[in-house]
DNA sequence: CTAAAGTGCAACCGGACGGTTGCTCTTTGA
DNA sequence: TCAAAGAGCAACCGTCCGGTTGCACTTTAG
C-alpha cells in the first residue's frame, strides 16, 4: 500500500517541516536544506529519500546538484483514506442525533 | 506535537485496519480484535495503545473486560495538515481544508 | 469455590529508523 | 587546471517498533 509510506513519511516533524518548505513551490538541493537544520546534508538526504519513496518528492539532476519538487497528490490518497473513515464516523454522530432528536420529542 | 502519533499511528496497516473497524462505532476489546487478525492479544494490545497515545481511541475498562472505541477528532488535526499544505497544489485538498474549517466552527 | 476468561507487565528478538563519520565520484568556477 | 562544491554509497551506533512468550492479577461463570 503506497498510503503506507505517506503516512510513515508524515509521521516525522523534519519531514514535515522539509514538505512544509516545499510546499511554497520552490526546489531545493540536500546540501541547501541542510544548511537551514540542526542535521547533517546525509540525514536531509535520508529523509528526501523517504519522501522520495512516498511518491512525495521529485528529483531532477542539474549539473552537480539535485534539486527536489514536491508532488501533493499522494497527500490527496491519505486525505482520501481520512476522510472514509471520517465520513462514516460523522454518519454515526447523524444516526445519534436523529435518535435523539426522536427520543426528545 | 500530537499530530506526529497520529500520523505515526495511521502509517500501520494492521492499525488503520482497527481504526477502519472502529469507525462504524462498534467498542471491541483486545481479545476480540485479535481474534479476527493473525496476530496475538498481545500485538493487538500495543497497536491499541499506539491508537490510544494518539487520542484516537478511548478505553472504558467494563468488569474484566477493556472495551475501545474511536474518537475521530486527532483525524480531524491530521487532515488539516493536509490541507494546509496542498491546499495550493491540489484544488480538492483546498476544498477538504475549506469542509475541515466549516466543521471546526 | 474454583477454573476459565480477560487483562497487564516484563523480557526478549530481529529489523527498521534517525543520525553520524568517512570515503569516492562528478561537476563547476576561479 | 585544479581545488572546492554537491552528491552518493557504505558502515556503524543507539533506539524504537512489531511481534512473541511467559507469568501474575482480577473478574466472571459454573
Redo the contacts with the bound molecule.
Keep these: 500500500m503506497p498510503v503506507d509510506a505517506v503516512f ?1 513519511a508524515l ?2 516533524p ?1 519531514r514535515r517541516r522539509m514538505v512544509e518548505t516545499l510546499a511554497g513551490g520552490s526546489t531545493v ?4 536544506l541542510a544548511a537551514e537544520l ?6 536531509v ?3 528526501l529519500a ?1 519522501l522520495r519513496r512516498a511518491r512525495l518528492v521529485n ?1 531532477k539532476r542539474v ?5 527536489y519538487s514536491l508532488d501533493a497528490e499522494p497527500l490527496g490518497d491519505a486525505a482520501r483514506w481520512i476522510a472514509t473513515v471520517g465520513a462514516e464516523w460523522d454518519e454515526r454522530l447523524a444516526d445519534l442525533g436523529r435518535l435523539l432528536d426522536r427520543q426528545s420529542a
Tied chains: 1, 2.
Excluded at 540542526?38 to 540525514?43: K, N, V
Design positions: 510513515a509521521a516525522d523534519t538541493t540536500a546540501s541547501g540542526p542535521i547533517t546534508r546525509q540525514a538526504a535520508k529523509h523517504a528529483t549539473g552537480r546538484e539535485t534539486r
